[in-house]
Structures are given as structure tokens and as C-alpha cells.
């Protein structure tokens, strides 16, 4: 009978769904629904899978709980299991377990939010104090220099930061000379390491701007660059300083201290180092004019000549000559600035067999032979009658 | 040797003074000399230029130890 009634209450056309099949829907929607988030809890019974070094733990308030699973390479950062009744915060990202059926949270990160509010304490405290010592004063700001052919870079030798900042340099300002002092970024140590390679930066004199960064990371990862003693080390660099760590959205006290803050190593890299083509349009413009500003200043002398041209004496001569010697070694570029060029104007210069310079009616005796400079040689001459 | 940022300052000076006009002819060409010199100058160090990589190290004698990085 309930045989009967169960079939007569499925028609043939009804769909019917495998397990495997419902499952597989619903994680679709669930992980279809949902980014990472962050949700805060309470940690009981998180149990370390022997052999794999997952975790698993159920999170849990008042009403609700939920399994959660954290992969053993996030799970190591995380540092030692937190025991029953641990407030956490947990990222995750809320998936369905196929084989289980099972809703639960895929979890990359685990901060204790005891811990969160001891760090949150500290940074305020640091930054109070500075902002007391007046490190984050505008008025503090040094302009980063146009040309910096030196750059001091503290980060570390194994991290994309620098990878990142040596391609970017390459790529602009290849006169250049990268000094870097290798500092551990990140965990125990991180901030005196940091702080004692700015201190080192101090003793290279032909540094002429520091950079200071690492690439993009968990918060907790950053910590180093919010401590008092990289920030006070920083402020002491004796040239200006760009700060640039994490991402985009990542804010360290060190960019409140540096005199410029960048937003990521690249960024940091591309305001260090002025871009070769600039500068190659600049010497060209500066070409242009230095011609430009000779070109005026030669017609200007070639002006007051033709003025006085009657008059054209040994002075005048001299400088002449003088001046021909030297804007001929000056080739190409001088050509057609010279005052010279008034000799190809028809002026002449008549010299005695020795050399010297005729100027006056005296030198001119009848039958006197003598040389007529012109534009392009001379021609010998003598005086008819006087 | 000068730095192309010093041969880029003396060029503006040299510049501004030769379009300044108030300049003796011998003093213009000896400034023009020189511009075309740094010109010169500035273009062969940009062209020629190989971005250089080091890091440096504190010896434990309190020594500074540069060392070329490979890039």
C-alpha cells in the first residue's frame, strides 16, 4: 500500500536527482555565492590531521557552528593550534565538501582576536609616538632629487619587491647603480634587521635616495614596517627616502615617515629614477637652444661689425681671425652662426707679404703689392695709383 | 666626472646665459664650447649605461663589502 502510494506520486516525467548531482549543484551555488570573507568565532576541537598537517576545527557562536578546514601551508603561518574556546577571526571561503555533503569553510587565514587587539594597541602607541616627535610632518618632506644616479634599496635580496624595482630601473634609467642592503622583511627580527640596514644606507656617501619596500603580504607580515625603531631609523636617512610596501592598499607607518610613499615597489622604482627618453628630449631641447642662444648672440656681433665696417681695423681683425680658429673646430654645429660669415659678404682684408694687416693710406704706396683676403682664400693685389 | 644630473644644470645655465644676449662674443663661443662638450657627454654616458646591481654587506671589522648581484 505505501509502495503504491509512493509510486503513484512520481509520474514518469518527473525528475529525479542522483546524490552526487544534488551535491554538486549546491556547491555550485554556495561557491558561486561567496568571496573570501572574514567571520569571527569561536575555535573548538581543532584537531591536526596526522601525515597531512591540515586542520580541522569547528567554528561556533551562540547559535551556529560550522566545519572549517585549513590547508597545512596556511595553517603554518597560523602558529600552534588554538585550543577550545579561542575567539578568532578566521578569511575563509564558505564551499560544500562533495563527498560528505558536508557545508564548510575553507579557511587561509587564523588570528587569535586577542592578538589582533594587542597589535592594534601597539601600532597606536607607535604612532602617537611619532606623530608627538613630529615624523609625519609635511614640513619634514624632502623633494626626491630629478637625476638620482645611486639608489640605496633595503628589502630583501630573495623578494619579488626587488625583482620588481630592477626591472622597472632597467627599463628607464639604465645609468644607474642599485645599492642594496639585504634586510629580512618579514617575522622574528624583521625590524631590527630593517632598521640597522637604513642605519648601513647612512655610510654609503655616494647614495643619493633610499628606497625601502617589499612586496604584498598578509598584514601580520608587514608588522615590521609599523614598528618605532625601522620608523625612527628611516626619518635618521640622511637622503630622501620613498617607502613602498605591499599593495596598493597596504598602509605602514614607514609611508607616513619615508618623504614619498609609493604604493608598490614598482611605483617606488618608476619615482626613484628619472625615464632615459625624458632626459634624451631634454639634451635635445637644450641642443636647439644652445645653437638658438649662439646664433643670436653671433648675428648680434655680426650687426655692430657691418656698423663700423668702414672702419674696419686691426682689433677687429684679430678677433676675427681668433674667433674663426675657434668656431671652425666647433665643425658643423657653428656653420652659419659665424661672424666670419662676413667675409662671404664681400667683405676683404688686405695684408703685406709678412702677414700683417694693411689699414691705413700710408700702407698703400703706388705699385705697393699686397694680398686681399677673401671668403674662400686670397688673391694677390698692388696699388695702381693712390 | 661629472653626473648627468651636473651636466643637465650646467646646460640650463649655460642656456639661459647665451639667450640672456648680455654675454661677450669670446665668452659666448668659450660658453658654447662647452655646452656642445657636455652635450656630448651626457648622450654617451646615457647611451653607453648598463644598470649596475650590488649589495653590500658590514664585515665584521665594521668593513663595507660590495658585491655584484646578478640581476
Known amino acids: ?386 | 666626472m661629472t653626473t648627468i644630473a651636473e651636466d643637465l644644470s650646467r646646460l640650463e645655465e649655460i642656456v639661459r646665459r647665451l639667450e640672456a644676449g648680455d654675454v661677450e662674443l669670446d665668452a659666448a663661443l668659450a660658453l658654447f664650447e662647452e655646452g656642445v662638450a657636455r652635450l656630448r657627454a651626457a648622450r654617451e654616458r646615457l647611451g653607453a649605461a648598463e644598470l649596475k646591481v650590488q649589495t653590500v654587506l658590514e664585515e665584521a671589522g665594521g668593513e663595507l663589502r660590495y658585491t655584484d648581484l646578478d640581476g
Open chain 1, 1 to 386: 500500500m505505501a509502495l503504491s502510494f509512493q509510486l503513484s506520486t512520481i509520474s514518469p516525467t518527473d525528475e529525479v536527482w542522483s546524490v552526487s548531482q544534488l551535491t554538486r549543484a549546491a556547491k555550485g551555488l554556495v561557491e558561486g555565492e561567496f568571496m573570501p570573507i572574514w567571520i569571527r568565532g569561536e575555535v573548538v576541537q581543532c584537531k591536526v590531521w596526522p601525515g597531512s598537517g591540515h586542520w580541522y576545527f569547528t567554528l561556533r557562536d551562540s547559535a551556529s557552528q560550522v566545519r572549517c578546514c585549513m590547508w597545512k601551508r596556511d595553517a603554518e603561518r597560523a602558529g600552534a593550534p588554538p585550543k577550545d574556546g579561542t575567539e578568532v577571526f578566521v578569511r575563509a571561503k564558505p564551499a560544500l565538501y562533495e563527498a560528505k555533503g558536508e557545508f564548510q569553510l575553507n579557511v587561509s587565514r587564523l588570528l587569535p582576536t586577542a592578538g589582533i587587539g594587542a597589535a592594534q594597541r601597539e601600532l597606536e602607541r607607535v604612532k602617537e609616538l611619532l606623530q608627538r616627535d613630529g615624523l609625519f610632518d609635511l614640513a619634514r618632506k624632502r623633494p626626491l632629487p630629478k637625476l638620482a644616479c645611486t639608489v640605496a634599496v633595503v628589502t630583501s635580496v630573495a623578494g619579488a619587491a626587488l625583482r620588481d624595482i630592477i626591472t622597472v630601473v632597467r627599463g628607464r634609467w639604465p645609468a644607474c647603480r642599485l645599492i642594496v642592503v639585504d634586510a629580512r622583511v618579514q617575522g622574528d627580527g624583521a625590524a631590527g634587521a630593517i632598521a640597522g640596514a637604513l642605519r648601513l644606507v647612512n655610510r654609503l656617501p655616494e647614495v643619493e635616495l633610499c628606497v625601502l619596500g617589499r612586496g604584498g603580504g598578509a598584514r601580520e607580515d608587514l608588522a615590521a614596517f609599523d614598528s618605532e625603531a625601522v620608523c625612527r631609523a628611516l626619518a635618521a636617512v640622511r637622503v630622501p627616502t620613498i617607502s613602498a610596501v605591499g599593495h596598493e592598499t597596504d598602509v605602514s607607518l614607514t609611508d607616513l615617515v619615508a618623504d614619498v610613499r609609493a604604493a608598490t615597489p614598482s611605483a617606488a622604482a618608476e619615482q626613484a629614477v628619472a625615464d632615459r627618453r625624458d632626459v634624451l628630449r631634454q639634451l635635445d631641447d637644450l641642443a636647439a637652444r644652445l645653437a638658438g642662444g649662439l646664433a643670436s648672440r653671433a648675428s648680434l656681433a655680426e650687426e655692430r661689425l657691418a656698423r663700423t665696417a668702414d672702419r674696419l681695423h686691426a682689433g677687429v681683425d684679430a678677433a676675427l681671425r681668433r674667433e674663426r680658429h675657434r668656431l671652425e673646430r666647433l665643425g658643423v654645429q657653428l656653420d652659419g652662426l659665424s661672424p666670419l660669415r662676413i667675409l662671404d659678404r664681400g667683405y676683404a682684408v688686405p695684408t703685406a707679404p709678412d702677414g700683417r694687416v694693411l689699414k691705413r693710406r700710408a700702407e698703400f704706396a703706388p705699385g705697393t703689392s699686397f694680398r686681399l683676403r677673401v671668403a674662400d682664400g686670397d688673391v694677390s693685389a698692388r696699388v695702381e695709383s693712390s
